[in-house]
Structures are given as C-alpha cells and as structure tokens.
C-alpha cells in the first residue's frame, strides 16, 4: 500500500507506459518490477495523430487496467482525450477532454473544468498511462524553452540532464534522461531515444521498470545513471538548504518535551555542540557566550520525529525533513537501493532521515510483493534471515505469501540473530496464531482487524484484505471474550502494532469526488497539480457500502485506543505520504481518545526503544544525538502544531522546513526559525 509510493508512482509508474514514436503502428513495452515481468503496454499510434493506448500490471496482488485513445494536433498538441478502466486499488477510472474555441474542458469520475487556455495548453489528466505522457514530453523537447502551460496558470518544463549509449539487440542505443518539472513536487524522469525523435524507450526506477518490449536486459544501466542525476540533484539541493550548526548553538528559554515521561518542561537553555545536546539547563544559568542563538519564547522543543513505516526513495527525504522526521524506519525496500540511501544521508551527502532498516522476505506466489527477498522454501527464508542479519539489519518483515507453517522457524532464526519479526499476517493465518509463533511486532490496524473477521477460505494476498475488513469490521465487540483476549495475549507479550491507520482514511471513508480527508485541512499548501489528484478515491464507495465502511474506520480506530489504553505499545508509521502523512496519523490516535502527549511519546521515545535506538535518540537529554525539531506553538495541546515547524535539526546541521517546502513546491506552513522576522508596521 505504499500510499506515497502510489502517489510518486503515479508519476514514475504512469509516466513509465508512454513510449510510442507517432510514426509507428503499434509499440510494447514490458512492466518488469523487481526484474520479473509484471505487466504491458501496448501503444497504436496512426499517421493522423491518433493514439490508443492498454495498460495493465499487477503487484502484490493489485494493479491498473487502463484503455486511452487521445488526439494530438499537427504540432503534437493535445485536443482530446478519453480513459477508462480501473486504478491500482479497483476504483473506476474516467476522463475527457476536449480543447475548443480556445476552452479547455474536462470532465472525470470526481471533477471537472472549463476555462479558458493559451493555444499551446497542454491538458495534465487525472490518471493517465504513460502513452500520453509520452506525447507530451516529445512535445516539450520540440517547443522553444522546452516549455509549455498547463492547468491553473502553471508550466510544464523539460530537460535533458543525462545522456547514456547501450548496446541493444539491434545494435547502440543512443538514450537521454528528460526530467519534466512543475506537474509535482518532484520531478519526472523519463529515457527517451537520443535520435532526434525523442520517443519513449524506458521509464526506471530502483525495482521498478517500463522499457520497450526486448530491451529488458538494458534497465540496470539506466537505473543506476538515474540514481546518479537524481543524487547529483540532492546534493546540489542539500548543500543550497542545510545549514550548518558550527561551534555552539543556544536555544534559548524553550519549552521542551520530555517523551519517556510525556510531559512538557521548561522553559529551558538547551545548548548544542558536535551534533550532540551537550547541555540542558535553567535560562541563564551557563555564563558563556553561544556562536549561534535561536530564540525559544513560545516554541516548543521536540525530539525529532519518527516514521516506523515509510518506504524510502530518494526523493522522500526532502518532506519527511520538512515534517520534523529525522529517523525512520525502512520495512521493506530494494535492499541495496535502501542500503544505498541510508549510507549517502549518515554521509551527509543527501538530505534526508535516518534510516533503520528491515530485511522483507515474501513467499514466491502469483501475488508476491516484489521488494527484498522473495522465497521459494523455509530453508530460503532461513538464508535470507542470515543475509540480513550479517548486513547489519534490525529485523525482518514477513509478507502476505509466507507460509503459515513457516512462520515459527523463520521467527526462531531471526530471534537467533538478534533481529526482530515484524510484518503481514501470512494468507490463510490469524494474527493471533502469528504471535504465537514469534512475532514481534503487527503491522497495519487492517492486519490485526483480521484476526476477528477473516472467514475460511479469505486470501488476503488480494484486495480482500481491505474488502473484508471494510464489510465486517463495524460488527467487532471490543468488549467481547475474543477482543478482550487476543488484546490481553498481546500485552503479556509485549508485540507492538503500528496501526498506519491514516493510510485506511481516504480508502475507507473517501467519496469519490470529495476531498482526500487526510489532507483537506492542508491542500491548499500542496502543489496545484497534486492538490486535483485528492479527489479520487482508491475504492468505489457509495450510499449503503460507504456508510459502512465508515463505520468499519471508526471501529478501526476503536480498536487502536483500545490497544493503547490496555498497555500494548504502539509505534506510529504511515505507509504514506512523507512528512504530512505523520502529522495526520497522530492527529487521527489524538480524534479517537489518545491524548497528545501520548501520542508525541508514541512518534519518539515509544520509537526509538522499538528501533533499538533509544540509548541516543527519542528524548531530549544531555549527550543524545540532536535531532530535534522547533514548533511554533504546542503539540501537547494542539497536535496540528506539527505542521508548525520552524527548524529541524539533525546533528550538526539545521533545516528551515519553509524553505524545504518551497523547493518542492508547497506553500509553507510557517517562516524559518533561522530567517530573519518580517519587519513590522
């Protein structure tokens, strides 16, 4: 469910189906993720600009299906368009657009528009296989400044920013890497034949590939010279936004959070030297002069921020900074595309959290997620254990094809090895059953909701996962013998639940048609394209099946304060969107009855102990790490003073989250704590 994935993806996995040179009669392309084929796209183009376009892929038991025609002008400019079908998630996808007497007017399954356009407009849709996306970036290569408007005033900008010969089965390649900016808050990539016909060849990303049909063998390469443009994009980014905390920085008289006990204190001096708080004293108290002060008057000091289930991609680094996350935990990528990451941030060489990592192993099936380890036997799934272990992993994530039966001997290794077991549910298998065969930690609130509303016969490697859980959830008792003892059974054994309860909101409760609620509070500092996107819903909810489903999401909530109020720890992740996506996971624990202080105790100190980190990080004391965060105003009251902050700091260096914000193009939430005061009348 990787909902900031599926955003990102929209994007990369989109752009990733548009390959057809206009003057070909049919083009396919291959979908591979993780080097195995996953899906197609096959592209008809005619002479008159005519494009037909179908696109499906299926992963982890999900996927698009997708029929497009559309029509391009004689100079490669869109003037209609139609798509229908099915998104990721099985919601219906539909769309129009037609360009008229200078009026562009669409219509989708959740909005439309009609206003007036420029005469070079090019129209961005709302779901789109990446035929048309490819039309469109032949189209800016082509245009003076490789430019052109879009909606809302905006303007799409191209750029060749690599260049890259393969050796093909036909003989060179020659490739470029285009990035197309100000559709999203990060830019789009796409290899294009270096030819002069600037056709579509490959759309790639870390386990992730669209390339044309027999050039698979040639993604490795074009993967890892992507990898290059994007950190040499970050670096760039990074040494132009972290500031460095030189000699000693006094944050003077602030109000500060201790999170084991989850009680405010001060205010107080906190002093910052080597990357470490080196001291935490009354106001005044150290006679020395500071290199640097940045005033603590009606701010609060936190411990930065933890997100214990984001999938890390380079691009993330820049929100969850902007968020007030410094660490994060990985539970499942591309292993050597986390590795990757993790060492260039502890480097300093790209922005972005700390990263602890888990080792993802998956059952080889015809629903496998395709992340880090898929396995064909308990006696792989024991090697992959071992893998993990001597790379320094902090524990492993079991997956939805897992075995029942393998599931006790996986968790006695990985015990073994000093690692921790966390993870889905395997199909045909109750949570309960999972516990007691060794596992640590339950991940999702859908996963533990199973246990009480999974019937016989349920795969919940498919769309049933969410299906049973939205249909039955509202019936669950939580006062009933079964809740009482499984809650209890979870207590005693001290497994921990990261609930990512704000990647069920929009899923479950989500009309199609009205805003995402998870960030209708915040939408209008989102970037202007990503903000139309927000009225899709993932499912087809309406009259009797949305009220239910509803009700199942408050009963999901329900059962998450009721885990908390019992004593079963809890450790806060998203799934989800980088930054923003924490901010509403505690806002939803503080709507169901979990006070704040509880749940900022649960986004640190509760975090940092799970991760094995709490001997430097999570709390606010002398000789910790300095990873912090300064909010304008007081989370412990009002947990949407998050989205307050000010300052990040991650060692020795500090981030204005303004500034973050405006480089991806949000509307920041507040000035920098570092910028100077706006002056007054």
């Known amino acids: 469910m990787f909902r900031d994935a599926v955003r990102m993806l929209r994007a990369v996995l989109a752009l990733a189906v548009t390959a057809c040179p206009v003057h070909a009669a049919t083009s396919q392309y291959a979908v591979m993720i993780q080097d195995q084929p996953a899906g197609a796209l096959k592209i008809e183009a005619s002479a008159d600009g005519r494009v037909q376009a179908d696109y499906s892929y299926r992963d982890n038991g999900r996927g698009p299906d997708m029929h497009e025609s559309f029509e391009m002008d004689a100079r490669g400019l869109p003037r209609a368009y139609d798509i229908s079908g099915t998104a990721t998630f099985g919601a219906t996808v539909h769309e129009t657009f037609r360009l008229e007497e200078g009026r562009a007017r669409w219509q989708s399954h959740v909005d439309q528009g009609d206003e007036a356009v420029p005469d070079d407009f090019v129209f961005m849709p709302l779901d789109a296989t990446p ?21 809302s005033g905006l303007k799409l900008v191209a750029d060749r920013v690599a260049r890259l010969s393969l050796d093909g089965p036909a003989g060179a390649v020659p490739l470029a ?20 016909s600037n056709a579509l060849f490959a759309i790639t990303w870390p386990g992730w590939a669209l390339v044309e049909k027999g050039h698979e063998a040639l993604v490795p390469p074009m993967v890892e010279r992507q990898r290059r443009a ?44 080597g990357g470490r708080i080196a001291a935490l004293v009354a106001p005044g108290v150290l006679g020395t002069r500071a290199d640097r002060v940045i005033d603590g008057a009606g701010r609060t000091l936190l411990p930065g921020l933890w997100d214990m289930h984001a999938h890390m991609w380079a691009d993330a680094g820049l929100p969850h900074l902007a968020g007030g996350v410094t660490s994060v935990r990985e539970p499942g990528g591309q292993n050597d595309e986390v590795q990757r990451l993790a060492l260039r941030i502890e480097r300093g060489e790209i922005p972005g959290p700390t990263i602890h990592a888990f080792g993802f192993i998956e059952g080889r099936s015809p629903f496998s997620a395709r992340l880090g380890i898929v396995v064909d036997s308990v006696d792989d799934g024991l090697d992959a254990v071992d893998w993990y272990a001597a790379r ?125 609620p998870s960030v209708v509070e915040i939408a209008g500092h989102l970037p202007v394209l990503w903000q139309r996107s927000l009225k899709a819903a993932d499912m087809d909810l309406k009259g009797d099946r949305l009220s239910t489903f509803r009700r199942s999401y408050q009963r999901m909530l329900d059962l998450t304060v009721a885990l908390h109020r019992a004593g079963v720890p809890l450790v806060a992740g998203t799934d989800g969107w980088a930054g923003i996506g924490l901010h509403r996971e505690l806002a939803l624990y503080v709507q169901a009855g979990i006070p704040p202080p509880e749940a ?43 989205r307050r ?5 991650q060692g020795g260096v500090a981030y204005e989250p303004a500034r973050l914000y405006e480089s991806m193009g949000y509307k920041p939430f507040v000035p920098g704590a570092l910028s100077p005061a706006p002056s007054r009348p």
């Open 177 to 196: 890497l285009v990035t197309v900016t100000g559709a999203d808050s990060q830019p789009w990539y796409f290899w294009v034949r270096d030819d002069g």
């Open 600 to 642: 900022l105790r649960i986004a640190t100190w509760n975090a940092a102990r799970v991760a094995g980190a709490s001997a430097t990080r999570g709390r606010i004391e002398r000789g910790y790490a300095a990873d912090l965060v300064l909010v304008e105003g007081d989370p412990s009251v009002h947990i949407t003073d998050l």
């Open 645 to 649: 902050a000010s300052l990040v700091i």
């Open 392 to 516: 320094g992993y902090r524990g492993i994530k079991l997956y939805n094809s897992i075995k029942p039966e393998w599931v006790k001997p996986l968790a006695a290794r990985a015990h073994a090895r000093g690692l921790r077991v966390s993870g889905h549910v395997p199909a045909f298998m109750r949570a309960e059953q999972a516990v007691r065969d060794g596992y640590d930690e339950l991940t999702h609130i859908n996963q533990v909701m199973l246990n009480f509303v999974m019937r016989p016969g349920d795969d919940t490697r498919t769309l049933v996962r969410f299906e049973r859980v939205g249909a039955d959830s509202h019936r669950l008792d939580l006062n009933s013998r079964q809740a009482r003892r499984f809650i209890r059974l979870l207590r005693d054994r001290g497994t921990v639940v990261d609930p990512t309860v704000g990647v069920f909101e929009a899923m479950f409760t989500q009309a199609q048609g009205q805003p995402n």
């Open 230 to 273: 994007v950190d040499e994009r970050l670096v760039g980014l990074r040494q132009r936004l972290a500031q460095p905390l030189d000699g000693l920085t006094l944050i003077r008289a602030v109000r500060w959070f201790d999170a084991p006990a989850a009680r405010m204190r001060g205010p107080s001096d906190v002093w910052l030297f």
């Open 131 to 151: 035929a048309y996306y490819d039309a469109v970036v032949r189209l800016l290569l082509a245009r003076p400044g490789a430019s052109a408007p879009t909606i």
